[in-house]
Nanobody
Framework: QVQLVESGGGLVQAGDSLRLSCAAS????????MGWFRQAPGKEREFVAA????????YYADSVKGRFTISRDNAKNTAYLQMNSLKAEDTAVYYC???????????????WGQGTQVTVSS
């Protein structure tokens, strides 16, 4: 199994940018597909973005397309989520996840981090 630790969250104003990091450790980390999800208070955890094992394929939720960019550096065992033009509705706890299948479904991911809070003030 893969251990994941997110960082980079914080309090920003609408229109600002943040970059989240997800440090992974464990066996053969580079073979896993990675996803970012978020959960706002009182809401279900929702898909944000995913990237395949070598970074050659990415997929985004419509709500973040054009504003967020997912990437990974397998040499550093780290995945990233660059978030630009942040909106108040982006406020949530952001989680990274690792799995054998690149998917928008949270049930397809076997390993999860503890989450990092992103708060966007309007």
């Amino acid at each position: 199994q893969v251990q994941l630790v997110e960082s980079g969250g914080g309090l920003v104003q609408a229109g600002d940018s943040l970059r989240l990091s997800c440090a992974a450790s464990g066996r053969t980390v580079s073979r896993y597909n990675m996803g970012w999800f978020r959960q706002a208070p009182g809401k279900e955890r929702e898909f944000v973005a995913a990237i395949n094992w070598n970074g050659g394929n990415t997929y985004y939720a419509d709500s973040v397309k054009g504003r967020f960019t997912i990437s990974r550096d397998n040499a550093k065992n780290t995945a990233y989520l660059q978030m630009n033009s942040l909106k108040a509705e982006d406020t949530a706890v952001y989680y990274c996840a690792a799995g054998d299948i690149m998917s928008t479904l949270k049930t397809r991911y076997e390993s999860w981090g503890q989450g990092t809070q992103v708060t966007v003030s309007s």
